[in-house]
């Protein structure tokens, strides 16, 4: 019977060479390898076969980790398989113990393969007319874990898991091979990290946080038992099932097992045996959708940010797949402090349930780091008890994106173009205007409507002759005599349109690209394109969209003397092994990106221009007597500058406040519908809740000024001017 077997299992004359060849003649009897040929018992055999070094070297999918940015504050995890690594010393002797009776009992005598194990399974299996017993030792089961979870399509993981005499002799070459290189301690380490214990939880580091929300050195002798011995089938002795009886059976088994190979006393087994089980489940979650309030966007962003990053694999498919999988410990630049207070002054202007949307993003200049995304929203699939839908058309199909939603309200992914900005755009045509010559000095007389050399296009608020378009300031106080001061401070628009004639639209559209925009919709790529640029006269009155994240990164780029710094949500990536995340080229991926892209002096310009918006006067200038956020100075209470912005019939409104500390973008709008105006009593909100959250993120931290511009900046008859108290120092 012996010989007629081997010759059918053809390749397994391979393995006589170890000496072993009763007891492996004896494994082939397990599975009725009769009706495999020689042949294809030989090819299956060495199928998927990989050198003991690769299975050595082999790691887990594991869990990645994302921190705020202090360090302990978790913000999500990502998993394919819910598994922390941990080295056997952090491990209680119980639960290594327990899996050894559980399911290898002689797994410190054997050399990869139990042939008294094999010998007992062939008689059960012979008796059942099946497959009833396996015989896998612990070392084979970590073999057919790695072969699974190495395997790049689905007829890989079939091979690596199917019932098969082939599967099991080549499970048996290379567990015998692999004990001649790792130890039993080293085998015991990795196939506790790899076995599935239910619910989830992959290794048992997990099992002990899902089942009793502990650590696994701190399991007692119950509960190692109860967790070895899921091992088995996760499902049939779940303890978390309504009927623990099988749990408890097999727990108990487990138990008496450990005392015959003298790992517990029996007085010790009969009080573990005596003890209820008493779980203390979590749910570990995962991915963006259980974060805290508030850090969901954040969340989101970070994903789309780390779906960008060539360093993580070719695709964002690929780079996804290893945030999944690659057990990363990342440090995000989310400011938990900065970010509750973000989300206090939003709530308390604007509830969640309500169709329009109020946010800010916070940067800090000089790095990118994003330091808070805060929005009336929460971060959720479920939209069953939304409110309904703000535009007529779509009200009778759709429900509101309120208050749950996942889209990208804030930035940082392609499912939105973003909204309008309005006048915040003037900032890109001034210092177009700064870097070509013009001074601040630059006077213009702008009437209440001016005639332009541009053809109506986009958004256009009017006609005039020859089919040109003629823009008109908000109010006629704005008519007379304007410089950038005044102009910027009281956005006249008649000034900023005539000052985008003399430097070119194609030059702010330019600009606005270098410090960080880009274009989304089809109509704004169009415009903005080398054929069309130089005739997008209405690019400065800000109709193309944009997102706060941008805008915040654009403003940021000025205060921090031209230094543009891509938006960042990372601090520090360090891989399973400690180190950091390198790019092709050897660079932290966490490294912040920054470049200079105005010139120091240009950037001085711009911001001693938008002092002028604040009320917190410019250096070198005359503001005009009044400007379009004159409080924001007397709220912060240190030296801030910015920039208003509306669109046209009050469809959205903005602001952005920058200090040399912090840049902040806040807008309101209606996502589901950008035709529903905000109306003049929400306006005002962007602009009071930047105010506010500058003032109570940058309490207690130490006052910094702006340098003011060179005389050649600020131009002819400039005046330097006192600069104004400012209260609460550091």
């Known amino acids: 019977m012996i010989t007629r077997t081997l010759r059918v299992a053809g390749g397994f004359l391979a393995l006589l060479r170890t000496g072993l060849i ?23 055999a060495d199928a998927l076969v990989m050198p003991p070094d690769a299975l050595r070297q082999s790691m887990p999918a594991q869990t990645t980790h994302v921190y705020a940015a202090d360090g302990t504050t978790m913000l999500a995890q990502f998993y394919e398989e ?27 005598e054997h050399h990869g393969v139990d042939f008294k194990g094999v010998a007992r399974a062939f008689v059960a299996n012979h008796k059942a007319g099946g497959v009833s017993q396996g015989a896998s030792t612990i070392t084979m089961q970590y073999v057919r874990n790695v072969l699974r979870d190495s395997a790049r399509t689905p ?41 599935y214990f239910g619910h989830r939880a992959y290794g048992i580091q997990a099992a002990a946080e ?24 996760p499902s049939s002795y779940d303890p978390a099932a309504s009927d623990a009886k ?33 779980l203390k489940l979590t749910d570990p979650p995962n991915d963006c959708l259980n974060t805290q309030t508030g850090y969901g966007f954040f969340c989101a962003m970070f994903r789309s940010w780390w779906a960008d990053q060539p360093a993580f694999g070719v695709n964002s498919t690929e780079r996804l797949e290893k945030l999944r999988r690659g057990g990363y410990n990342i ?72 208050p749950n939603t996942v889209n990208p309200l804030l930035g940082g992914g392609d499912e939105m173009a973003g909204y309008q900005a309005g006048s915040t755009f003037k900032m890109f045509t001034m210092l177009a205007a700064l870097e070509q010559g013009l001074p601040l000095s630059t006077a213009i007389y702008s009437p209440k409507t001016v005639q332009t050399k541009y053809k109506t296009g986009r958004s256009s608020p009017a006609h005039c002759g020859n089919d040109n378009w003629c823009p008109s300031n908000a109010s006629d106080s704005m008519t007379g005599r304007q410089t950038m001061w005044s102009g910027f401070g009281k ?55 944009t997102t706060p994240l941008e805008m915040a990164g654009a403003f940021a780029t000025v205060v921090a003397d031209g230094m543009h710094c891509e938006p960042i949500p990372v601090t520090s990536i360090t891989d399973v092994n400690g180190k950091p995340a390198l790019d092709d080229k050897g660079v932290e991926v966490a490294k912040p990106r920054c470049a200079q892209v105005l010139s120091a ?33 007397s709220t912060v209470k240190r030296p801030v500058a910015g920039k208003s912005g509306t669109t046209d019939d009050d469809r959205s409104a903005w602001f952005v406040g920058m200090t040399p500390g912090l840049t902040i973008a806040g807008f309101i709008a209606d996502p589901d519908n950008p035709l529903h105006r905000v109306g003049s009593g929400n306006a005002p909100k962007p602009r009071e809740t930047v105010a506010e959250t500058l003032r109570d993120a940058l309490a207690g931290t130490p006052v910094r000024g702006f340098t003011p511009p060179s005389p050649q900046i600020a131009g002819k008859n400039a005046v330097a001017k006192a600069k104004p108290k400012t209260r609460n120092r550091a």
């Open 491 to 545: 956005s006249v628009n008649t000034y900023f349109v005539q000052l985008e004639q003399r430097v070119g639209a194609d030059s702010a559209v330019r600009m606005a690209e270098r410090l960080g925009l880009h274009w989304r919709t089809g109509i704004d790529q169009l415009q903005a394109s080398p054929a069309k640029a130089k005739g997008w006269g209405s690019f400065t009155l800000g109709v193309a969209d």
């Open 601 to 633: 002096d240009v950037a001085r310009g711009a911001v001693d221009a938008a002092r002028c918006v604040t009320g917190y006067k410019a250096a070198m200038g005359d503001c005009g007597g009044w400007s379009t956020a004159s409080r924001v100075f």
């Open 82 to 108: 819910y598994r922390t690594y941990t080295s056997l010393t952090t491990m209680s002797p119980n639960i290594q113990h327990a899996i050894v009776a559980a399911e290898d009992a002689r797994f410190w």
């Open 331 to 402: 440090v995000t630049s989310l400011d938990p402090r900065v970010q509750d207070i973000a989300q206090q002054q939003i709530l308390k202007r604007l509830g969640a349930r309500n169709p329009y949307a109020l946010g800010q993003v916070a940067i800090e200049p000089g790095t990118g780091y994003i330091k808070a995304m805060a929005v009336n929203r929460v971060y959720s699939l479920d939209r069953a008890s939304n409110g309904p839908h703000s535009d007529p058309r779509q009200r009778k199909r759709l429900r509101g994106n309120y």
């Open 210 to 233: 899902v089942y009793f929300s502990k650590k696994p050195a701190d399991l007692t002798v119950s509960e190692a038992a109860l967790l070895a011995g899921l091992v088995q089938a």
């Open 22 to 44: 009763v007891g492996l003649a004896v494994a082939a009897l397990i599975y009725p390898l009769a009706a495999v040929s020689g042949m294809g018992a030989k090819k299956g």
């Open 155 to 195: 007829a890989e993981v079939n091979e690596a898991t199917e019932q098969t005499g082939a599967r099991k002799l080549r499970e048996m070459k290379l567990a015998i091979e692999l004990e001649k290189h790792m130890s039993k301690n080293e085998i015991l380490e990795r196939y506790l990290n790899v076995a």
């Open 246 to 278: 099988a749990a408890t059976a097999r727990r108990n088994y487990v138990i008496d097992r450990m005392v015959d190979m003298k790992y517990v006393s029996r007085t010790d087994a009969t009080a573990a045996h005596a003890t209820p089980i008493a």
